[in-house]
């Protein structure tokens, strides 16, 4: 059998958009001699939908949408498709009732030569990290074996292979079937697994090894197709594969790219496949996430607060790569405590990524709001804005005031704002509310200091590849140690320890969960050190839930992933 793997990029919603390349997808599979398309998880509206699917009309023109795309397009052809189904639509032959709005599953519908052949409702419904799939669906409670031109197609739905032995998380499932095993049982030649599984480091592996498992364990081919694209905070990578029933990787779609992937299950051999490093995993994951966010939304350009630190440094090329640099501005606000070396390397950033970027410093605001504070200030029996070192509150409103103009910036020419703050930072709430965290998308809020260090040594290296003409990032930006540049001689240094050390704890308190004795018994940190930034995470979580919308890279991150509480005075 010959099978098109559409590997595609839904926009939630967009049904227009969607159906458009659903069927040329279906035309070139149909060119290319394939027997079946099979398409992601949802494909017909995007994934996650979240609660549009309790809106009014939505699932039913999900459903519209699915009939009209099957008995009118796929001629000569089988396709498997994603989509939300009511479950009256299925009783009723695939016609949709205005009113049926009560019951839904997340579903695959089956159709050949322009006929409708069946149904499978998704079995095994996640509801941890960024999913909430028992909010909307309805469990599926049969398996579903389809005969496609003499061969058995068994079809299940992402989560249904993460119930096996070894397979992922049997423990979350312990009293519901295996569903792959009940597939074999009833003679399923082959496995085909829609997918919606969203990018982490690693888990693109992970998903691998779960399919090889499968298809060693019950000796059948395992085809999974998964979206690329981003929707809000989530990134999808693609890499839809075949894995043979000896378990060896027979094919592998690209990552973060559409592709449409011919298979022949008659002469599947193992692919040559090379490993990826991580940091171009997260280059081409943030790129995407930055263009995907933008081009959704609407946007067509962002601007950056460039001040010739490494956060900004590295938000601005991944801008450029995603958006070209005609649509990428940078703006460099100094203040009295900026080095002339930073107001140099944000200029000079500029000028290698070929961005136009203005000046706008901030001293003369700075000396408009002193004028005004500093009499409320007195009345109220407080110290003056400049009567001593800078403080608190005086870094505050240097970081507030170029957070102002930004957003000035943004309403004058359209573009939206990009944040800079990175994971290390955001999670002891070294950043500053309605400052450095305006904005619309926190393309690096997930990637630890450490992590932006190495990923921007990695851009300069292999700059060629990536699309740049010379190395983006200046070598001092990269070099100079790590400043606000809010106070004189001002260090990161001078309140957070080594970024080696903050960002292991930062990973095992947030993506570990572990408490703080275990923080210390296994790294033999100072306890004291431990102590206070786990309370500094725990405390402000309030800043955090202010934050844009930050795209998620890694196994926790800042988002609907994490529902901490606010307003709690439990301690680890």
Known sequence: MKITLAQLNPTIGNFRCNTDAIVQAINEARTQGADLVVFSELAICGYPPRDLLQVEGFVQECAQTAKMIGELHTKDIAIVLGTPLPLEVKAAGMDPDPQAHTHIANSLVVYQNNAFVGYYDKRLLPTYDVFDEDRYFVAGEQSRVFDINGTKIGLAICEDLWKGQDAGFADRYFDEPDPVQQLVDSGAEIIVVPSASPYTLHKDQRHREIVIRHAISHRVPVVSVNQIGANDDLIFSGQSCAVDAQGRVCALAKAFEEQLLLIDTDDLSPADITPVDD?????????LGVQDYMGKCGFKRAC???????????????????????HVVGASMPGRFSSEGSKGDAFDLAKNLGIACVSMPIEPGFA?????LNPAFTELGHKELGETLPDLTQENLQSRIRGTMMMALSNRSGALVLTTGNKSEIAVGYCTLYGDMNGGLAVIADLPKTMVFKVSRYINKHYESLGFSCPPIPTSTIEKPPSAELAPNQLDSDSLPDYEILDEIVLRHIEKHQSTSRIVEETGFDPDVVRRFCKLIDRNEYKRQQMAVGLRVTSKAFGTGRRMPIAQRWTR
Do not use: F
């Not at 090329?317 to 640099?325: H, S, Y």
């Open 304 to 326: 950056i607060g460039l001040s010739g630190g490494i956060d900004s440094a590295l938000v601005a090329t991944l801008a450029v790569r995603a958006l070209g640099p005609d």
């Open 279 to 287: 940091e171009r995993m997260i280059v081409d994951a943030l790129t």
């Open 368 to 372: 408009g709001l002193s004028e005004v």
